[in-house]
């Protein structure tokens, strides 16, 4: 692509054509200041902080808006751009309440700084005249109308990441504020929760309640992880202060969500209220009696090596890494050659002669088709990535049994029977995009494959890590009532699991790794106590077949372990060969 030369505070510097001047600057390297800009939203250029002056413009323009022209002259910090900012910013700080010392973003609010750059000691107009009303109203966030600059961010976030459309702006002038539908409290609004207004609020006007006032932000870390509630693998990022969890945030260069996260990625992940199993413990006697790890261990390696085959069954959850799966189909598949294998979800099934695409698809597509899944039930980004593609003209069909939150917004919903007439307009749309699930039946799946040669197939599997349990055998025949001895691989699961333990015999010798107590736990007779998702690193292999390398944020909890360390000292004691269970970790990242 051809590029420019603009001088800028007397500096050549190279620009891309209909760039505008603020990210001609950001690529080199000057700063200019912004409030109501942010990076993954549209430029509006309301909030006129990031005035330019502009050789041969007759006044100040907004450098988010502002294009660059070849030979352009611009100065970012002139006097006269000096007075404008500081005239803009008085007259922010004079509307609402900005008195910095009670504000939970202290320390981290964007006007704060702006204040602090360019000099602002004292009130230049009349401030607090008016108070504004606080609505606590969410369960998770709190929206304070007394800190709230009107940059409408969130409404931006909400409308063009979310593609949800439940925030605007009420009143008039000095009366402004942020609504929520009809002028709704949030909480009782068409808000989803997924907290994206809270990432992107440049004041304390946005606050999430979990974490408020526990540390100042300049003092917080944070580690990038991959979210492990769903199959999309999110990126997250995690806030800490002294080895605690404050919150979960936008983690915005994410590949698969750009920064999104939906409620239970940001919120309910913290919000296990379950007991922690911090210790190996053994049934003596019908109680728990806590035990080592190497008597824990070699009790395991014990009874499951002298089960035979045909007695012997592993269930796992697909909530597991990568390396975890691998060594259990080291130990089960391979080495033990266990009859009765199952996790808790089943795959979508396969289409294998069809063009497998990604999530980043469905922005390019004139035609989503989706069957046998509901993405805002289970996968709830996905169904933003959905909506913001209808948003620019993307037509929606759905295949459904019973209607979801998506039918609503799809342009004809037809019944399973009636499969054919969705694929007619596939058929006929340019760029189809088919978006499917492990509830398709194997009528729907032949009728999509006429699709093959003109769509792009995209799998929403269900649980977490599925693709890899699928591939690792892990998911096969299961008759837990046939088994002697059962090894049950529970990790976080929220009593989803218990129904296999209530098909076992009462003499069957149960063996849970676990992280929660629960009513699995309390029926094993041999308890692994296993390491959070917070607390192990490793790889999972997302919906699309991409894998991703998760980091962990904390040190285990009392003598908790990872699910890939504990599975790899079981492969040590029970004999397998360091090569066989290194391979099968690998294998998983072919």
Known sequence: MSTITITMNGQKVSAQPGQSILRAAQAAGIDIPTLCHHPALAPIGACRVCLVEVAGQRTLQPACTFPVADRMEIQTESPKVVRARKFVLDLIFSERNHFCMTCEMSGGCELQDLGYRYGLDHWAY???????????????????HNR??????????????????????????????????????????????CGTCLNVCPTGALVDKRSAFMARPPDVERVATVCSQCSLGCGVNVVMHRGHVLRLESLWDAPVSGGLLCRTGRFEALADGRPRLLEPVRKSKGEH?????????????????????????????TRLTNEAMGLLHAIFVRHLKAAHRGASHSAAPGMTACRCGKLADIADSDLVLLAGSDPAQDQPVASFLIKRALDRGTRLVTVESRPTELTAFAETAFPPQQISKAV???????????????????????????????????????GVNTLTAETFELNGKMDAAACDTLFIAA???????????RKAGPKAFVIVQASYGSALADRAD??????????????????????????????????????WDILGRLAERLGLDATIAKDAILTCRV
């Open 526 to 563: 041999l308890v692994l106590p296993m390491a959070t998702w917070l607390e192990r690193s490793g790889t999972f292999t997302n919906t699309e077949g991409t894998v991703h390398r998760a980091h962990a944020a904390l040190t285990p909890s009392g003598q908790s372990r990872p699910d």
């Open 148 to 193: 709230c600059v009107l940059c409408r961010r969130c409404l931006r976030a909400c409308a063009e990441l979310v593609a949800n459309h439940t925030l605007d702006l009420r009143q008039r002038g000095a009366n402004t504020m942020v609504t929520a539908d009809m002028d709704a409290p949030l909480g009782e609004s068409t808000c989803v929760n």
């Open 289 to 317: 009696v806590p035990i080592s790890w190497e008597a824990a261990l070699a009790a395991a390696s014990q009874r499951l090596g002298a089960t035979a085959p045909s007695r012997l069954g592993v269930f796992t959850t």
């Open 491 to 501: 990790g976080e699961e929220n009593g989803t699991i218990e129904a296999v333990t």
């Open 126 to 144: 009349p401030t607090y005249t008016q108070r504004f009303p606080v609505d606590a109203s969410p369960p998770h966030h709190l929206l304070d």
């Open 424 to 462: 007619a307009l596939a058929r006929a749309a340019e760029k189809p995009v088919v978006i499917y699930g492990a509830d398709l039946t194997p009528t729907e799946a032949t009728a999509l494959r006429k699709l093959e040669a003109k769509a792009v197939f995209i799998p929403l599997h269900p």
